[in-house]
């Protein structure tokens, strides 16, 4: 069946740098993209971009250009997250979640608490 | 940006009723091959969002059939006949249709 899991919670402190992974099956995984998508405490959801998963191309919504790099291992089918330069408002759950004509699974999601 | 506007904010139906949330576009979602990507998402809570309805007004795989999508244009409906125990959590609609992809700001659906 077709599943993307994503890696463990994460506390770190501003000014340093998170990788989070979405290891995906049970489908071809260059057939479909990969979004990311934000969601702070008690609030709602926010694209953060995507990535082509054929050609590694990566687009990144305007709030998160800069600190925010969107990676893949296509040989272990997996999307990656890295932010670099942690702020506190950084502190959220990620998601990825794939897509063809519309997005249609997600991971379980990553919390990431940024606190000194 | 487009802008969706979810209405209403909140909403406490009797199990068994209707439920209907409104998703308004600040621009057209259709799209220059004549698809309109208006997607629909439930939020249960604590979970990931899951896919309910795709293109408008088509049901996702699973997803029973009281669930209707309907609209065209920059209106946008989701109903929810029969509301189930299940059916609780914050719907969003989605829209891929202008680039940066956004989220409604979400429904918050409570049964009374």
């Known amino acids: 069946q077709i599943q993307l899991v994503q890696s463990g919670p994460e506390l770190k402190k501003p000014g340093e740098s998170v990788k989070i992974s979405c290891k995906a099956s049970?489908?071809?995984?260059?057939?479909?993209?990969m979004h990311w998508v934000k969601q702070a405490p008690g609030k709602g959801l926010k694209w953060m971009g995507w990535?082509?998963?054929?050609?590694?191309?990566?687009t990144y919504a305007d709030d998160f250009k800069g600190r925010f790099v969107f990676s893949l291992e296509a040989s272990a089918s997996t999307a990656n997250l890295q932010i670099s330069n942690l702020k506190n408002e950084d502190t959220a759950t990620y998601f990825c979640?794939?897509?063809?004509?519309?997005?249609?699974?997600w991971g379980q999601g990553v919390m990431v608490t940024v606190s000194s | 940006d487009v802008v969706l506007t979810q209405t209403p904010v909140s909403l406490s139906v009797t199990l068994g009723d209707q439920a209907s949330i409104s998703c308004r576009s600040s621009?057209?979602?259709?799209?220059?091959?004549?698809?309109?990507?208006l997607e629909w998402y439930l939020q249960k809570p604590g979970q990931s969002p899951q896919l309910l309805i795709y293109?408008?007004?088509n049901r996702f795989s699973g997803v029973p059939d009281r669930f209707i999508g309907s609209g065209s244009g920059t209106d946008f409906t989701l109903k929810i006949s029969r509301v189930e125990p299940e059916d609780l959590g914050v719907y969003y609609c989605?829209?891929?249709?202008?680039?940066?992809?956004?989220f409604g700001s979400g429904t918050k659906l409570e049964i009374k």
């Open positions: 621009q057209s979602l259709e799209y220059s091959d004549g698809y309109t990507y």
């Open positions: 989605f829209q891929a249709t202008h680039d940066p992809l956004t």
């Open positions: 293109g408008v007004s």
């Open positions: 990535i082509n998963t054929y050609t590694g191309k990566p």
């Open positions: 049970g489908y071809t995984f260059t057939d479909y993209a």
């Open positions: 979640a794939r897509s063809l004509t519309y997005v249609d699974y």
